[in-house]
């Protein structure tokens, strides 16, 4: 243990959200619901689902290692060449790959302080110096002061697009900017993992791809509701997968994600029909949180935010009624929670547990 290499041991954990049955123990609960992880409450497509159990038949093998015909249906879907898709296990992964590939000691990440926690996590496990750099209005990244963070030892820039935790989103065209005032040759992740429910808003982000050293990484966790089957990809200049291909480890996306993939992402009509619940539901819980006084700007993921003073107590409060929200203190946002949009159902049993904790805060 002594010999485990120092960064190592200084790491910060990434905290996932509480799971329903370690509530459910610590509380002696029969029911909990958990609002802690931008999951999506619908689940897959059922044709993903099929889809599983088909190749289920066939686990006793290792899967295709480069999961051809996922990559296949990715530059389809997107009209890009096949090299340019890299898959992982979940975007983490992915984000990781990128990151240990492009940097080490003595470069630098640059990325928002609230931006998504694995950009520091990965940055600070390749041995890296991450540069993280304060929001402009407390929220949204400031992408002028990202620019000046920028020097001959950044190697990595990461933007969420939009941003888990805070929800904040930037346009092309700002993007598209921010893209020409960089170096060409430097790497730039955009992290879409809440692309699909901004899709209508943003518009195509795939066209900005003509900058030389942009990856944009997608999800199949949020929108496509795969989070237990750990499926992400991104697509990049083929030279960029290619270095990144040799990092990844072997069979590093499993057989049952591989095949759930390509369903999904063949059902879209699904997807976008469970998107608009999902939006249609987070305006709604917007505007209760507005009613209640614990607003804080406006979300475009499949979560909102919630501000008091004394957070903390309302996230135990919370617990205590079955209810599993996400702290954001690791983000040193203290004040804040962060809430995924669950079901009707499950955003009224929320909402309910909400307003009998404020009522009796008062
Ligand atoms: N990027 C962002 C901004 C996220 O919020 C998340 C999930 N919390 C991820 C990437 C990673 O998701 P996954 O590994 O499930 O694809």
Not at 93 to 118: C, H, K, M, N, W
Not at 155 to 177: D, E, F, K, M, W
Not at 302 to 330: C, K, M
Request: net charge negative.
């Amino acid at each position: 243990l002594a010999k485990a290499v120092p960064q190592t041991a200084a790491l910060y954990p990434y905290v996932p959200g509480k799971p329903i049955e370690v509530l459910l123990r610590e509380k002696g609960l029969s029911r909990a619901v958990k609002l802690a992880s931008n999951e999506n409450p619908y689940g897959p497509s059922p044709k993903a689902v099929r889809a599983m159990q088909q190749a289920a038949a066939g686990v006793h093998l290792y899967p295709d290692g480069d999961a051809g015909a996922l990559k296949r249906a990715l530059a389809d879907f997107h009209m890009v060449e096949e090299e340019r898709i890299i898959v992982g296990n979940g975007s983490n992964e992915v984000l990781e790959l990128l990151i240990r590939t492009f940097a080490g000691v003595g470069d630098e990440v640059v990325y928002s302080q609230r931006g998504f926690i694995v950009y520091a996590l990965a940055a600070q496990a390749a041995g890296a110096t991450g540069v993280a750099v304060a929001e402009a209005d407390g929220l949204s990244h400031d992408l002028d002061a990202m620019l000046q963070a920028v020097n001959e030892r950044t190697r990595v820039v990461c933007i969420a697009n939009p941003n888990n935790p805070t929800g904040t989103l930037h346009g092309v065209a700002a993007l598209q900017s921010f893209l020409d005032a960089l170096p060409r040759d430097l790497l730039v992740i955009i992290d879409e993992a809440y692309y699909e429910f901004v899709a209508t808003e943003l518009g195509d982000t795939v066209a900005l791809l003509q900058h030389p050293g942009l990856v944009i990484s997608r999800t199949f966790s949020k929108a496509y509701g795969l989070a237990g089957c750990r499926i992400g990809y991104a697509i990049a200049d083929a030279g960029i997968a290619a270095l990144v291909n040799r990092f990844r480890a072997p069979f590093n996306v499993s057989l049952l994600a591989q095949a759930a993939a390509v369903a999904a992402l063949d059902d879209g009509e699904w997807m976008a029909a469970r998107v608009a619940d999902t939006l249609a539901e987070r305006d709604r819980m917007e505007r209760a949180l507005q009613a209640l006084g614990l607003s804080e700007g406006h979300s475009h993921g499949n979560f909102v935010l919630l501000r008091h003073g004394d957070s903390a107590q309302i996230a135990a409060a919370l617990e205590n009624r079955g209810i599993i929200p996400r702290p954001l203190a690791p983000y040193g946002m203290a004040e804040y929670l962060r809430i995924s949009v669950g079901t009707a159902e499950e955003n009224d049993l929320f909402l309910a547990a909400l307003t009998e904790i404020v009522d009796g805060m008062a």
